[in-house]
């Protein structure tokens, strides 16, 4: 199984671009999350969505956007960059079985925002 | 609100020593901790867990016990090997049905470790 796959891996992007960042998931998996991972900070998560056709806000959502059409695809978009969004972008997914279940991550997008 | 709190890094052991880092959450209810490592260049991997107090999660030499008393999950090792060099993350996560496994992480602690 490929597990989370993410596209692209790199972006360079010029301030006022847009993009979109793909995560395809081939686990059947409810919970998808996208995060962003900065220096000295962490994960934090942007949006995350429970299910087909919802998405809901985590605690970075400002200048992001997200839909989830199909239940294995989480699409996070960025309308207009800004320096700001330069960072690692991970998406993760998890089974509704249990509270508990483990979230699995993909292998990242690095995203330069010049 | 929920947090975090990792030991400061980055850490440099010598390969065999013995390893700590301490992890310290505040959390409203009884969450689920975690540790997931971050390999160079790739996504995260869960470490171990523990989902409730004075369990121990174990994986691959690691270990952690879930104190409630103390608000603790550090994270062990008896003896470190050049391929542990990797950023540690430790992360809680609420039950409750509104949560939806949201993972709350720390800052992440970097391991390096020299033959």
């Known amino acids: 199984n490929a597990g989370v796959t993410q596209t692209p891996k790199f972006r360079v992007l010029k301030t006022g671009q847009s993009m979109t960042l793909l995560c395809a998931q081939d686990m059947n998996h409810e919970y998808m999350y996208w995060y962003r991972q900065d220096p000295g900070m962490g994960l934090r998560l942007i949006h995350y969505s429970v299910g087909e056709g919802t998405t809901a806000k985590g605690e970075v959502p400002d200048g992001y956007n997200v839909s989830r059409l199909k239940k294995q695809n989480f699409l996070l978009g960025l309308e207009s960059a800004a320096p700001s969004q330069t960072s690692v972008y991970f998406c993760?997914?998890?089974?509704?079985?249990?509270?508990?279940?483990?979230?699995?991550f993909g292998p990242g997008t690095r995203l330069t925002v010049l | 609100g929920d947090s975090v709190t990792q030991m400061e890094g980055p850490v440099t052991l010598s390969e065999e020593a013995f390893l700590t880092i301490n992890c310290t959450y505040t959390?409203?209810?009884?969450?689920?901790l975690f540790w997931y490592v971050q390999y160079p260049g790739e996504g995260l991997q869960l470490l171990l867990k523990?989902?409730?107090?004075?369990d121990k999660g174990s994986n691959k030499g690691f270990e952690a016990t879930y104190r409630k008393e103390t608000t603790s999950f550090h994270l062990e090792k008896g003896s470190v090997q050049v391929s542990d060099s990797a950023v540690y993350f430790c992360?809680?996560?609420?039950?409750?049905?509104?949560?939806?496994?949201?993972?709350?992480f720390g800052q992440g602690t970097i391991l390096t470790v020299h033959p």
């Open positions: 993760a997914s998890r089974g509704l079985a249990a509270i508990t279940d483990t979230q699995y």
């Open positions: 523990a989902t409730k107090a004075d």
């Open positions: 992360a809680l996560s609420l039950a409750g049905g509104t949560s939806y496994g949201k993972l709350t």
């Open positions: 959390a409203t209810g009884y969450p689920s």
